[in-house]
């Protein structure tokens, strides 16, 4: 990175959603989108572009696959719905794709897109299954347990 250039999105300790590993994740995430963010504003090369948009389709395809598992595991109510943003997000990245095989450069209109869509899909959508995995996963009482009979 060069001097004096910032970040497009930065991790916050706000959006640590407790579950390591989708957390790690969405680092991950942020440092790819960086990379894009980069060279974009560096005009780099449209192979470089390219092969930025691939990494973080294909980073979000392993990514999502984890916590949709995760959330089939813990019977997720809301599994269907957060599937669907997964969803939308792929399409989105498709489309830009494609458009950049064209040629079209890709603009700030997709990387305003993929940081509001991150921070708001882990501080919104992430949050809610990981409080539903930490409730799920809470101990309980010694005097529930007994009762309980498991």
């Known amino acids: 990175m060069a001097p004096g250039r910032g970040t497009l999105v930065e991790w916050r300790p706000e959006?640590?959603?407790g579950i390591e590993e989708m957390d790690k994740h969405?680092?991950?995430l942020f440092v790819i989108i960086n990379e894009l963010w980069y060279a974009v504003?560096?005009?780099n090369?449209?192979?470089t572009v390219g092969s930025l948009l691939d990494k973080l389709e294909r980073y979000a395809h392993m990514h999502f696959g984890a916590e949709e598992a995760l959330m089939l595991d813990m019977d997720y109510p809301n599994f269907r719905a957060h599937e669907k943003a997964h969803r939308r997000f792929i399409r989105q990245i498709l489309?830009?794709?494609q458009k950049h095989a064209t040629g079209a450069p890709v603009d700030l209109e997709i990387l305003?897109?993929?940081e509001q869509w991150w921070t708001s899909h882990i501080q919104v959508?992430?949050?809610?299954?990981a409080e539903f995995h930490a409730r799920k996963h809470r101990p309980r009482a010694w005097?529930?347990?007994?009762f309980a009979g498991n």
């Open 26 to 28: 969405h680092q991950a």
């Open 41 to 43: 504003i560096d005009r």
């Open 112 to 114: 305003r897109f993929l």
């Open 45 to 47: 090369p449209v192979v």
């Open 143 to 146: 005097l529930g347990r007994l």
């Open 95 to 97: 489309k830009e794709r």
């Open 15 to 17: 959006y640590a959603i």
């Open 125 to 129: 959508l992430d949050r809610d299954y």
